[in-house]
């Protein structure tokens, strides 16, 4: 009897990881969508910003997410046939992607929570120079465009005041028409509009374009360190039941 006991008790135990990792990996396929949905909205929303940062850190950690998420697809349905197949090769290849999409998400959340610490600190080094020296000027068609886009979404005129447009190459030259700020900095954007620069006409905030566009990145970043690092701690507790399944199927004398 005893002995029947124990091979119901563990068939039980068989049933529970299985269940367990079906469990698993729907929240997995969830939070695989939540990593692929972060990066593209990352990319996405208000992409026109990375041509004015000085580093490319926050581009890769979100392509890594874009990257980490769509193995989560694969990875998923893998999942599936290793639990109903019973076989350990598969549970093997499965606790593998589990391990290596561990890994690159923990490393896009390391990135994120690396360049949010010194964003400040590179904004205020760059972006002055890159509106200034870049703003339409040949062959900087993007910086221009993304420039032009962050004053208007952002209700803001120069990177720390409006005053900063008097050391720009665009402002200096006479392609500006004696403009004295660039017309995206215009409440009401009309041709030759930055002509005029009273409170009335542009936009005047406290501490410019960098403030807007810092805690902009700021909270994008948050969220792929939170997103990236959340999926991973979830994916431990995969890995465990998928050791444990396997450790349950390999002791099958069957």
């Not at 009897?1 to 008790?9: L, P, T």
Request: charge should be neutral; proline fraction near 2%.
């Amino acid at each position: 009897m005893s002995a029947v006991y124990k091979d119901d008790q563990e068939d039980w135990l068989t049933v529970c990881l299985k269940y367990l990792l079906f469990v698993f990996n729907f929240l997995f396929w969830v939070g695989g969508a939540a990593v692929l949905g972060v990066g593209v909205w990352t990319l996405v929303e208000k992409s026109d910003y990375l041509s004015l940062l000085a580093s490319s850190t926050f581009a890769v950690s979100a392509y890594i997410l874009i990257l980490a998420g769509s193995l989560v697809v694969v990875t998923g349905f893998l999942g599936c046939c290793a639990v109903i197949r019973e076989q350990r090769s598969c549970l093997s290849t499965y606790f593998f992607f589990l391990l290596l999409i561990f890994l690159i998400e923990l490393v896009a959340g390391v990135l994120a929570y690396v360049y949010y610490q010194r964003l400040s600190e590179e904004l205020k080094q760059h972006l002055n120079q890159t509106m200034t020296e870049n703003y339409a000027q040949p062959g900087k068609e993007a910086i221009t465009a993304a420039v032009d886009r962050l004053q208007q979404d952002f209700k803001c005129c120069g990177s720390n005041n409006s005053q900063d447009w008097k050391q720009s190459v665009y402002i200096s030259s006479t392609q500006a028409e004696h403009r004295v700020v660039p017309d995206s900095c215009c409440k009401t954007i009309t041709l030759k509009c930055g002509k005029r620069d009273h409170p009335s006409n542009i936009y005047k905030v406290e501490g410019g374009c960098i403030t807007k566009l810092e805690q902009f990145l700021a909270d994008h970043l948050l969220v792929i360190g939170a997103v990236g690092i959340g999926v991973a701690c979830l994916q431990i507790c995969g890995m465990v039941f998928t050791c444990c399944l396997y450790r349950r199927i390999k002791m099958d004398p069957y």
